[in-house]
């Protein structure tokens, strides 16, 4: 068994943001399994469904990001599954749009959810699939970057390498780590994509 949150914020008003992109991931491994994201459980909208003979969980948490540690935890609990086979996928100030790094562990390099889960679970030790929103241009707000919408020169690198990051997560469940490094952390924004630190807050609870 498997579990897979993609990170995100809750609400219409952050459906299309840069810190969004996991929840994107999730819906299209939802789609590849053939299941919905309409139940609710543990602070989360979930999903079951089989990839490569693997149970698969796929779960959007519904607390803001700072607080992702409380759902990934309770679900975590329920399942009694070890956090090497929790894939946590999350946006990425440091890598360009949509390039994607994998790797297990490590610290959280700023972002929020990813802390949030770490202390939840008391160790570092789940997966990442890291997939980039690139940076703000000089002088602009870091915050209104990662909250803002993708421009429409982005979109079409945004939808594929969310494709691309469903990949990843196939191949890291069917293939392992290794693999799946291997074939994604490679500085390969110059082949195509494949189709196959401010903080922000609203009613006192971090969204970023």
């Known amino acids: 068994m498997w579990m897979v949150v993609g ?24 789609d590849r399994v053939g299941a919905a994201l309409t139940r609710r459980r543990h602070s989360s909208l979930f999903a079951r469904g089989i990839m490569h003979g693997e149970e698969l969980v796929l779960l959007k948490p519904l607390t803001f990001m700072n607080e992702s540690g409380r759902a990934v935890f309770g679900w975590q609990q329920a ?15 440091d890598l360009p749009t949509s390039r994607l790094r994998i790797k ?36 602009h707000d870091p915050v209104a970057h990662v909250l803002g919408s993708f421009g429409d020169a982005e979109q079409q690198a945004v ?30 924004a110059r082949r195509p994509v494949s189709k196959a630190g401010t903080e922000g807050d609203r009613e006192g609870r971090e969204l970023v």
């Open 79 to 93: 399942l009694g599954i070890e956090p090497s086979r929790i894939i946590v996928i999350h946006d990425d100030l």
């Open 104 to 139: 297990s562990g490590g610290g959280h390099g700023g972002h929020k959810g990813v802390r949030s889960i770490a202390e939840a679970l008391g160790c570092a030790d789940f997966l990442r699939v890291r997939v980039g929103i690139g940076r703000p241009h000089p002088g």
């Open 159 to 188: 939808e594929a390498g969310a494709e691309q990051a469903a990949d990843a997560v196939e191949t890291l469940v069917r293939d392992g780590l290794r693999a799946a490094m291997n074939r994604y952390n490679v500085r390969a």
């Open 7 to 30: 990170l995100g914020n809750p609400g219409a008003e952050y459906a299309g943001s840069r810190h969004n992109v996991g929840f994107l991931v999730v819906e299209e491994l939802a």
